[in-house]
C-alpha cells in the first residue's frame, strides 16, 4: 500500500520545539517533491513549506519563514519539519503530501500522496 505517514506531533509549550517526520511506504520519495500542510480548527487547509526532489529548493510560506525548517534524507525516505519558536497559532494538524514535481503553490491536485496527518498543540 502506498502511503505517507506523519509522526512528532504533540503537545509543547509557546517557544518549545518538535520535529515532524513524512516517511513514505509502499513507494520511494526520492523522485518526489514534498511539501507540508497544516490545518487549524475552523480554518481551511494551508500549504507551509515545500521541498525538492533533491533538497536543493525549499519554500516557506511568509507565517513560519524563519521559524521552520524543511529538511529531508533520501536514504531513509523521510522529510523533516523541524518547528522552532512555536506559537499558540502553530497549533494544527499538520500533515505532508507528495507531488511528481517541486511546487510553492499548494494546490491539491498537484499532489500524488497525502499523510492523514500529525496533531501539534502548542499551548501553555
Known amino acids: 500500500q502506498l502511503q505517507l505517514v506523519e509522526s512528532g506531533g504533540g503537545l509543547v509549550q509557546p517557544g518549545g520545539s518538535l520535529r515532524l517526520s513524512c516517511a513514505a511506504s509502499g513507494f520511494t520519495l526520492d523522485s518526489y517533491s514534498i511539501s507540508w500542510f497544516r490545518q487549524a480548527p475552523g480554518k481551511e487547509r494551508e500549504g507551509i513549506s515545500s521541498i525538492s526532489s533533491s533538497g536543493d529548493r525549499t519554500h516557506y510560506r511568509d507565517s513560519v519563514k524563519g521559524r521552520f525548517i524543511i529538511s529531508r534524507d533520501n536514504a531513509k525516505n523521510t522529510v523533516y519539519l523541524q518547528m522552532n519558536g512555536l506559537k499558540p497559532e502553530d497549533t494544527a494538524v499538520y500533515s505532508c503530501?507528495?507531488?511528481?514535481?517541486?511546487?510553492?503553490?499548494?494546490?491539491?491536485?498537484?499532489?500524488?500522496?497525502w499523510g492523514r496527518g500529525t496533531q501539534v498543540t502548542v499551548s501553555s
Open positions: 503530501a507528495a507531488s511528481t514535481y517541486y511546487t510553492e503553490y499548494y494546490f491539491d491536485y498537484e499532489f500524488d500522496y
